[in-house]
């Protein structure tokens, strides 16, 4: 299995990583490594690439923590739990090392965040950045200077078309949204995300963003290339 490691987190004490569509089990449109229950794809093969994803970050797959992802602001602590998290929420936060949190995605942005004590990973679509998931997130920790944050792989803003009512709740942030046919407009989901975490009092230099997209959905799934889809996985733990 494939995945892509974050190694500027190591000096905060979190080892992260995000999955991508590659080293799995699972066939047609959800090939080959869907981490989603959701989507239609067979149980089974789900519980299999979630298996090996717990693998590869040091945890049990029951140590391996997702949520009913909602488009909402909900932040679920994840510091006490054992396991089997039924719960709709957005984002992960954790301050302990017996669990791995994930978010899944196949267009929005996955964000990390960390401090030197806590890790948090969130899942924020135009429906969470205009609501107050990252905010949530953010107010977990102990102060904002000292949080660093990387945004993962999501759609561009050259590929995300959105109409007024979508493109409206965000002009107000520099160089979210560019015109595009008619009254439809294309929105930097990154850039908004950004904003927002500056705005909250993070260091520029503690943010970060990164170059790949989902743009294709060869590399990573993407709901705006291909329906049906899977979903990948933004995947972190404290290190023990």
């Known amino acids: 299995m494939r995945v892509h490691?974050?190694?500027?987190?190591?000096?905060?004490?979190?080892?992260?990583f995000f999955t991508d569509r590659s080293g799995g089990v699972s066939e047609g449109p959800y090939a080959s490594l869907n981490l989603a229950l959701h989507v239609g794809d067979d149980e089974h093969d789900v519980l299999e690439n979630r298996q090996r994803v717990a693998g590869a970050i040091g945890a049990t797959?029951?140590?391996?923590?997702?949520?009913?992802q909602v488009h909402g602001d909900r932040v679920f602590d994840a510091s006490t739990s054992?396991?089997?998290?039924?719960?709709?929420?957005?984002?992960?936060?954790?301050?302990?090392?017996?669990?791995?949190?994930?978010?899944?995605?196949a267009d929005c942005v996955p964000i990390l965040?960390?401090?030197?004590?806590?890790?948090?990973?969130?899942?924020?679509?135009?429906?969470?950045?205009?609501?107050?998931?990252?905010?949530?997130?953010?107010?977990?920790?102990?102060g904002s200077r000292n949080i660093h944050a990387l945004l993962g792989p999501s759609i561009s803003r050259d590929h995300y078309e959105v109409g007024p009512e979508v493109a409206d709740l965000f002009r107000h942030v520099p160089n979210a949204i560019i015109n595009g046919s008619g009254d439809r407009s294309f929105l930097d989901l990154r850039g908004v995300a950004a904003h927002q975490l500056l705005a909250l009092g993070l260091n520029d230099a503690n943010v970060a963003i990164a170059a790949a997209s989902t743009d294709s959905g060869v590399t990573f799934f993407s709901d705006r290339a291909f329906r049906p889809c899977g979903r990948f996985a933004l995947v972190a733990k404290r290190s023990s």
């Open 5 to 16: 490691a974050v190694p500027s987190f190591a000096p905060l004490g979190v080892d992260a």
């Open 61 to 68: 797959i029951d140590s391996l923590l997702f949520v009913n």
């Open 82 to 105: 054992n396991g089997n998290v039924d719960a709709d929420a957005d984002a992960l936060f954790c301050s302990t090392p017996h669990v791995a949190l994930a978010i899944l995605v």
């Open 113 to 142: 965040l960390a401090d030197d004590h806590h890790v948090a990973v969130v899942h924020a679509g135009w429906r969470g950045l205009r609501s107050s998931v990252i905010s949530n997130a953010v107010g977990k920790f102990t």
